[in-house]
Nanobody
Framework: QVHLVESGGGLVQPGGSLRLSCVAS????????MGWYRQAPGKERELVAT???????NYADSVKGRFTISRDNAKNTVSLQMNSLKPEDTAVYYCNSEIQSRIYEPSRRYWGQGTQVTVSS
């Protein structure tokens, strides 16, 4: 079994910053992709940023230049530094990871429980 646990959400004023972190634990042989998604009320869940094991990074256009994703392979963690936050960034942010639990087994996709980010004055 694999677990993803997020931390770091909260309330911040427009223009402020927050840092989200996610740690993966459990039966882990290899982590292929780690990333962040978000879901605002009444909207579908959308990709925010992903980073693969080789270091390639992908950002949603709406966060480019403001958000930075990073990962620590030794600690099985992924972080999201969010700067210049806007009210439209308000959402529940979910950690997502593609993890291979055992050699010769296919990777599976796992989700964290989500952490609320609210940007408001």
């Amino acid at each position: 079994q694999v677990h993803l646990v997020e931390s770091g959400g909260g309330l911040v004023q427009p223009g402020g910053s927050l840092r989200l972190s996610c740690v993966a634990s459990g039966s882990i042989f290899m982590i292929n992709v780690m990333g962040w998604y978000r879901q605002a009320p009444g909207k579908e869940r959308e990709l925010v940023a992903t980073i693969i094991s080789g270091g390639s990074i992908n950002y949603a256009d709406s966060v480019k230049g403001r958000f930075t994703i990073s990962r620590d392979n030794a600690k099985n963690t992924v972080s999201l530094q969010m700067n210049s936050l806007k009210p439209e960034d308000t959402a529940v942010y979910y950690c997502n990871s593609e993890i291979q639990s055992r050699i010769y087994e296919p990777s599976r996709r796992y989700w964290g429980q989500g952490t609320q980010v609210t940007v408001s004055s």
